[in-house]
């Protein structure tokens, strides 16, 4: 049983609801481990559709001071779901200086690192971008490893989350690519990366609840991340109280058929580990 939902966000920047709902739904599905995970502030040039740069940053300060709250409320009763302090950061490999400032920007219990952008291009914000031949999709995909590769050289972080999201609008692509001996290659060469940075690799049930229509990362992705011994981590991504460890058990057997029978999380930055 997994008991620990690592990845989530709130109505700070584009979730629905704020922190206490947060938490009140993590006790509610039974978690002992709740990562408040907000996404990091993004330097201007980086812009969805739907931007909540300016809404995060106004924030930052009240989601900061509530999830402190929440969890010195949670240690002083350790039959209570813990909390953990967290934040997703987008890896921009034009904004290193930005990105390691905002990673040290407070006490962190760990921090998530993602690739959301391809230059100052939010891969993940537009299916039309999408609308693109099999050579074009697999060069974003290389791409996108890259950069992968990249946050995770940074040192900076202690666990990679959606590792494939890349196939967001493009699976059936993405699987033909992820197919080829050079693309696995290039996959496992960068998971063994992580593994040796005493980094996890999130599998998170969001990607259900996306396009693709599968879990984050998809059968290869795991198969060489099993082989190689690489930690997981166990997520949701959930923008709101009823996406919170969202096809939990699911995720358990997912990974299970792999192999796969321990999770770890991190407090300041040290691994924990633990059997579901």
Known sequence: MILRDLHTHTLYSH??????????????AGLRLYGFSEHSPRPLGYTYSHEYREQLEA?????????ATLKAQA????SRCQVLFGMEFDWLDAEEAFVRAAAAAHDFDYRLGSVHYLGTWGFDDKLEDWDISQDACEQHYRAYFAAWRNMIASGLFDIAAH???????????????????????????ALAELR???????????GLRK???E???????MRLAAELSVPVSFASDAHGIEEVAYAFPQLANYARAFGISESVWFVRGRMHREAF
């Open 215 to 221: 879990i984050y990362p998809c059968p290869t992705f």
């Open 196 to 206: 040796d940075a005493g980094m996890s690799m999130e599998i998170s049930s969001a």
């Open 15 to 28: 979730g629905r609801n704020t922190p206490a709902e947060m938490y009140a739904a993590a006790e509610a």
């Open 59 to 67: 924030h930052m300060d009240d989601y900061v001071r509530e999830v």
């Open 211 to 213: 396009p693709c229509r």
């Open 75 to 78: 240690a002083a009763d350790p």
């Open 163 to 189: 590792p494939d999201i890349i196939k967001l609008f493009s699976v059936q692509k993405f699987h033909v690519w992820l197919s080829k001996a050079d693309s696995q290659a290039l996959v496992r060469t």
